[in-house]
């Protein structure tokens, strides 16, 4: 290029006057959108905390009856059961003396209407035998009434010939031997009719007697089928509650689940183990059973959680990036925390918006014992809220920072 000439020319370094503006325009219509955004744009405020689905009514625990030893697991976790599965089989030597004292309880049962049956021919031949002492004491009684009747009537007219005699004898006419015999016949009637009266007291003793004992037997024959049919009842109830314990080759007892259901929790998993009479073993929840979220919140939270706030549920079984999440309403909060997981946390309990969650267009029913994270949503608040948080923040410290 010769001296002195003008260069060609390129690119302006400065940029062009209407380009400096409309990047200044946009720039600021930015500032004002984030402000107002800040202002009006409000986000929900949640206290985040872990949940597991649980059944209203709780878990029906299955136990044991007696001590043993774990012969046989039948089942598993999250299995689902039909009511009077064999879940477990114990073989228990108490279970085989039950089944032996089960066995003796049937055979008395057995015999029960044999002992009545011969209690009552007993009682009854016995009342017969005292029909007829009583009919023949009635007879014997009635007998001597008549008998006591003739010899007062022969013993009057003994002690009228006695007195004839006697005037015969004092007028000279009879004899003093005439006269002694009459009066000795007229006192032979008069003995004699007090012995039959003195029979008469006897057998009327008698029939009172007997009459008193014929009641006493009848009383007796009351207690006894009293007792034999209060010792039946002992046993029938004896031999129920041993029926209800399904014992099998002796000394094998067969641990059946409650109902139908899943499985939620098996506290014994392998056989061998040994277990105590009432020892849980696993636990159902019965098919049908209302579920429930269980949630453990922070203690930070707890100021702005209160019942009636929704709940977002995320399903661990169901992630929420793919199936969305579902929503539940919050409906206890206890007032007291535990420190069972270490920090200290408060239970609260959440009903379910819905049991089932759209996978590939079909419902899926929401188990027990699945669990996820929940968020409570306590409110909303405004970005600019957040924005100037920190500041809130360090405002209250230097507030309530002691003064030097």
């Not at 007993?122 to 010899?151: C, I, S, T």
């Not at 641990?255 to 899943?262: H, L, Q």
């Not at 809130?392 to 003064?403: C, D, F, G, I």
Request: aromatic share 6%; glycine share 6%; proline share 5%.
């Amino acid at each position: 290029m010769a001296t002195g000439q003008t260069p060609p020319p390129f690119l302006d370094a400065d940029p062009p006057p209407w380009a400096a503006r409309s990047f200044a325009t946009i720039l600021l219509l930015l500032f004002a959108v984030a402000a107002v955004a800040l202002a009006v744009v409000t986000v929900p405020e949640t206290v985040s905390a872990t949940f597991v689905l649980a059944p209203v009514r709780g878990t029906d625990p299955v136990r044991t009856l007696h001590d043993g030893i774990i012969a046989r697991v039948n089942v598993e976790d999250a299995q689902r059961v039909e009511k009077g599965a064999s879940l477990f089989i114990v073989a228990s030597e108490p279970v085989g003396d039950r089944a032996a004292e089960r066995q003796t309880l049937g055979a008395r049962l057995s015999g029960v209407d044999d002992r009545l049956a011969n209690e009552r021919r007993k009682y009854d031949n016995q009342r017969r035998a005292d029909e007829q002492e009583r009919q023949r004491l009635e007879q014997r009684l009635a007998a001597l009434e008549k008998q006591v009747e003739l010899k007062q009537q022969q013993s009057a007219l003994s002690q009228d010939l006695a007195a004839r005699q006697r005037r015969s004898f004092d007028e000279g006419v009879g004899t003093l031997v005439d006269a002694t015999r009459q009066k000795l016949e007229a006192d032979r009637v008069t003995v004699d009719i007090e012995q039959l009266k003195a029979d008469r007291v006897d057998t009327q003793n008698g029939l009172a007697r007997l009459t008193f004992e014929m009641a006493s037997r009848r009383a007796e024959f009351d207690e006894v089928t009293r007792a034999i049919h209060e010792e039946t009842s002992a046993f029938r109830a004896r031999k129920g509650v041993l029926d209800q314990e399904r014992a099998r080759d002796g000394t094998a007892l067969l641990v059946e689940a409650p109902c139908a259901g899943t499985v939620v929790k098996l506290h014994v998993r392998s056989p061998g183990a040994v277990v105590h009479e009432d020892d849980v073993l696993a636990e159902v929840v019965c098919r049908g059973e209302r579920l429930q979220a269980e949630l453990m919140l922070p203690e930070r939270g707890l100021a702005q959680v209160r019942t009636g706030q929704a709940v977002k549920l995320l399903y661990d079984a169901f992630p929420y990036q793919r199936y969305g999440a579902q929503y539940g309403t919050l409906r206890w909060v206890s007032p007291a925390s535990s420190s069972a997981s270490g920090a200290p946390t408060f239970r609260a309990l959440a009903d379910l918006g819905a049991d089932s969650v759209g996978v590939q267009g079909f419902p899926r029913p929401v188990l027990p014992g699945m669990s996820g994270r929940a968020a409570v949503i306590v409110g909303r608040r405004s970005l600019a809220s957040y924005a100037f948080e920190p500041l809130r923040q360090m405002r209250e410290s230097l507030a309530t920072a002691p003064r030097r």
